[in-house]
C-alpha cells in the first residue's frame, strides 16, 4: 500500500508526505508563488473573515480512478436531515462535496462555511488544474481555517489533506494509491470513535474488490464498524421507525460521476452518474435505522436494476 500522507489534527497544511514519520508529517513544503496570488488571496481573505462556522463533525471517502475518469465521495455524520436544513443546505452531500467531472473530487467537512466560499474555491481552482496541496495553502488564509477538514484528489494522483487543530478528537485524514493501480483516495474524518475509524476505512477499501464505488461502500462500512461519529447510536433523536443495527450516523450518501456528466451552475449541482442519499428522514420501514447499512442496501439495489437481464 503506497500512502502519501498521514494527516492529524495537529499537522502544518500543505505538507506532502512521501514517506510516513511517526507524527505523519515529512516531506518538504509545497510554496505558493504568493507574489502572484496576492490580489486573490487578499479578495478571499476578506469575504472569508465574515464566514459563519457551523460544526458538521463527520467522516467520508473520496476516491479517483485515473484510467476510466470516474471520481466518487461519500460520507456519513451525526447531524440530523433537519439541521441541515436549517443551515441553508439540502442536505449532507449539497454543503460538503465539491464534484469537477473529468477533473477531480473534494470534501469540505467539519467547521462547514456555510456561504461556500470554501467550497467555490475548491471548484474553481480544481477546474484550472491547480495543485491539491496549493489550494490547501490558499484555503489557509481563513481566520477558521483550524476548525476546517479537507480531502482533495485529482485525476492526475495528486492528493491533499488537511485536519485543523481546533477539531475535536478523533480527526484525521489518510491518502494513498492503490498498488499498481491508477486508483487513488483521501479518506477523513472528525469528532470520531477513534483514529481507527479512518483506519479501517482505508484497510477496506485496499482490500475490497470490484469497482471503484464498491471499494467505496466498503470504505464506508469499515468506518461505520469501528464507530464511526462519536455522538449518536439507534437510541439518539431522530429515532426512525426502522430495525435500527448500531447506528453512528443520521444521514449518508454516496456520489459517482463520469467524465461526460453535465456540470450545474455550482460545485455539486451536475447530472451525476449516481447519487444515493439517506437520511433519518426518508428512512423506509422495511429498511434499517443505520442509514450507513441502508446506503449500502440502496447501492445494491441500485446496482442490480443496471444489470442487463
Known amino acids: 500500500m503506497q500512502i502519501k500522507g498521514l494527516n492529524l489534527h495537529n499537522e ?17 513544503m509545497i510554496k505558493l508563488n504568493l507574489r502572484t496570488k496576492l490580489i486573490h488571496l487578499f479578495a478571499v481573505a476578506i469575504v472569508l473573515s465574515m464566514t459563519p462556522v457551523d460544526l458538521l463533525a463527520t467522516w467520508s471517502v473520496i476516491a479517483v480512478d485515473a484510467r476510466t475518469g470516474r471520481i466518487v465521495i461519500a460520507s456519513a455524520t451525526c447531524v440530523p436531515q433537519a439541521r ?40 474553481a481552482e480544481m477546474k484550472k488544474g491547480t495543485d491539491p496541496a496549493m489550494i490547501i495553502e490558499m484555503l ?47 479518506i477523513q474524518g472528525n469528532i470520531l470513535a477513534s483514529d481507527d475509524v479512518v ?53 449518508a450518501y454516496i456520489l459517482a460521476s463520469d467524465p461526460s456528466d453535465t456540470e450545474g451552475a455550482s460545485f455539486n449541482d451536475g447530472q451525476y452518474a449516481m447519487f444515493i442519499d439517506v437520511t433519518d428522514q426518508n428512512i423506509l420501514p422495511h429498511e434499517n435505522g443505520n442509514p450507513v447499512l441502508t446506503l449500502t442496501q440502496r447501492y445494491g439495489a441500485w446496482k442490480s436494476s443496471r444489470r442487463k437481464p
Not at 510516513?20 to 515529512?26: A, D, K
Open 140 to 186: 489557509s488564509i481563513d481566520p477558521d481555517f483550524q476548525r476546517r477538514q479537507f480531502g482533495i484528489v485529482d485525476l492526475e494522483g495528486r492528493m491533499a489533506g488537511f485536519s485543523g487543530s481546533g477539531n475535536s478528537a478523533a480527526s484525521l485524514s489518510v491518502q494513498g494509491r492503490l498498488p499498481n493501480q491508477d486508483i487513488y483516495f483521501s
Open 12 to 28: 502544518e497544511p500543505g505538507k506532502s508526505a512521501e514517506e510516513l514519520t511517526p507524527r505523519g508529517e515529512s516531506g518538504k
Open 199 to 251: 483506519y479501517q476505512a482505508v484497510s477496506r477499501f485496499m482490500s475490497a474488490e470490484g469497482t471503484l464505488t464498491d471499494r467505496v461502500i466498503a470504505a464506508m462500512e469499515g468506518a461505520d464498524e469501528a464507530g464511526g461519529d462519536v455522538r449518536c447510536t439507534c437510541e439518539t433523536e431522530p429515532v426512525v421507525e426502522a430495525v435500527c443495527h448500531g447506528r453512528n450516523a443520521h444521514v
Open 84 to 123: 441541515l436544513i436549517r443551515g441553508d443546505a439540502t442536505g449532507l452531500m449539497n454543503i460538503q462535496a465539491i464534484v469537477v467531472p473529468g477533473v477531480g473530487i473534494a470534501a469540505a467537512q467539519a467547521g462547514v462555511d456555510r456561504t461556500r466560499q470554501n467550497q467555490n474555491l475548491i471548484y
